[in-house]
Nanobody, 125 residues
């Protein structure tokens, strides 16, 4: 049974940084593409970043490119999202997902068991 556990969310002031972590178990992590999505209050879940299992393919949403960095440590079964220069519009619940579509495709998202429970990021102005 796959388990996906995010951590690292919290409250930060505008301009600050946070690093989210996501540990996966129950899968052959080093063969899984990994991704991050977010869902702001009252909005649909949207793509943030994704990385292929080898690290050779990385996609970012245009709004975060240059400010966010996705990375992975296959020895720790963990994927990270470093978020810099945060602004209040980033406020959302961030979800880690196993095997996201690459390139991103909102019409074919992974099934529920491949998502974490989410970690809340709040950016104050």
């Amino acid at each position: 049974q796959v388990q996906v556990a995010e951590s690292g969310g919290g409250l930060v002031q505008a301009g600050g940084s946070l690093r989210l972590s996501c540990e996966v178990s129950g899968r052959t992590f080093n063969r899984d593409d990994m991704g991050w999505y977010r869902q702001a209050p009252g909005k649909k879940r949207e793509f943030v970043a994704a990385m292929s299992w080898s690290g050779s393919l990385i996609n970012y949403h245009g709004n975060v490119k240059g400010r966010f960095t996705i990375s992975r440590d296959n020895a720790k079964n963990t994927v990270y999202l470093q978020m810099n220069k945060l602004n209040p519009e980033v406020t959302a619940v961030f979800f880690c997902v196993v095997a996201p579509p690459l390139p991103p495709d909102s019409t074919c998202l992974p099934s529920d068991e491949l998502w974490g429970q989410g970690t809340t990021v709040t950016v104050s102005s």
